[in-house]
């Protein structure tokens, strides 16, 4: 089904003006060029009130793209930390327990919300999975999408000024590889990791199918030494403007004071759950010998996709990363309803 000519124009704009941002990001060698610059140029327009919308259609085929370059980062060695991971893993649901003690008061004491949509607000879950169950408890849905989608945008903004600015991390910010040049069989094996990757997802009722699923297959292809393969520079840049631009549209229509305040709301609960992640970040340094910055990655409050790409751009253990992240979702989202119905009972 086509979309008619006044509904492509407002996605057609969004997508150049997230490619000018990615762009000028780029020109100007910021952290993350092409995803931050795409969300920063199209959340203005979206909160100043321009005609701009976000390709949601294509998402989830550009989801899949930065799944697959994500796999292709699980080398046969991974294999050799996993029982190391596995004792790191423990202390991943004390962080979270501990961001649940610290945001959902937060939200609920500073931000003055009811108890339930600070408890969904505050939770470190995916944004859809929050929304759909928060409202299923009573929730409201508004503050909750404002809080993680900010929190999102805080938590890579932040990140990345930090690995940049004073890690000295480039951070994304080198040349652009214009090359779309692959051997014939490494590409048919990436796309099939690609689309048998979605179906899989949905099969099997992954959290973020269309990113997991093909992660997962990708994953298993280079873990086996069959493929040692990456999508092409060009398209992950492109999958990352796509990105950012739907991220950045999603703020279209908000009213600047509801957004004013929920900022500030986000930017106070996306620092104290950073705090908490370098405290842990350092005991999983100490105890596990996991390096700090990789283990601030795993654990910040970020979307999936955004920190791997932030740990591939600094060389750090994707597989370590995007392995704690899904954990995080999965803790959280069969978690956080069960204990929302403990302390309603009680």
Excluded at 7 to 14: E, K, N, S, T, V
Excluded at 56 to 73: E, F, Q, S, T
Excluded at 244 to 267: D, K, N, P, Q, Y
């Amino acid at each position: 089904m086509t979309l008619p000519l006044s509904q492509l124009l407002p996605h057609a704009f969004g997508l150049a003006l997230g490619a000018a941002g990615g762009l000028t990001f780029w020109t100007l060698g910021l952290p993350l060029p092409w995803m931050l610059g795409a969300l920063t140029f199209t959340l203005i327009a979206a909160v100043c009130g321009a005609p701009v919308a976000g390709p949601n259609r294509i998402r989830p085929a550009v989801v899949a793209v930065i799944g697959v370059m994500l796999g292709a980062r699980f080398a046969p060695e991974v294999l050799g930390h996993v029982t190391l991971w596995a004792g790191s893993l423990a202390l991943l649901v004390a962080y979270l327990v501990m961001v649940g003690l610290v945001v959902v008061p937060f939200y609920h004491f500073a931000g003055r919300l009811d108890w339930p949509t600070a408890y969904f607000a505050g939770m470190p879950g995916g944004l859809t999975e929050m929304i759909e169950i928060g409202e299923a408890k009573g929730a409201k849905p508004e503050p909750i999408i404002l809080a993680h989608s900010l929190r999102i945008v805080i938590t890579i903004a932040l990140i990345a000024l930090w690995f940049r600015v004073v890690q000295g991390h480039s951070v994304g910010s080198g040349a652009v590889n214009l090359s779309l040049a692959m051997e014939w069989h490494e590409a048919a094996l990436l796309l099939s990791a690609a689309l048998l990757g979605c179906l899989m997802g949905h099969a099997l009722r992954f959290p973020a199918p269309t990113f997991l699923g093909p992660l997962a297959l990708s994953a298993g292809l280079h873990l086996t030494g069959i493929s040692e393969a990456a999508p092409p520079g060009l398209l992950v840049n492109a999958a990352q403007i796509v990105l950012g631009t739907v991220l950045g549209c999603r703020f279209r229509g908000m009213a600047m004071g509801a957004l004013g305040r929920a900022a500030v709301l986000s930017i106070g609960s996306t620092v104290l759950s950073l705090a908490l992640a370098l405290v842990f970040a350092l005991a999983l340094s100490r105890w596990f010998g996991i390096g700090l910055e990789q283990g601030i990655l795993a654990l910040a409050p970020g979307g999936l996709t955004e920190m791997g790409l932030i740990a591939l751009a600094i060389h750090a253990d994707v597989a370590f990363v995007a392995l704690n992240h899904v954990v995080r979702i999965l803790v959280v989202i069969v978690a956080a309803p069960l204990v929302f119905t403990l302390l309603r009972r009680r």
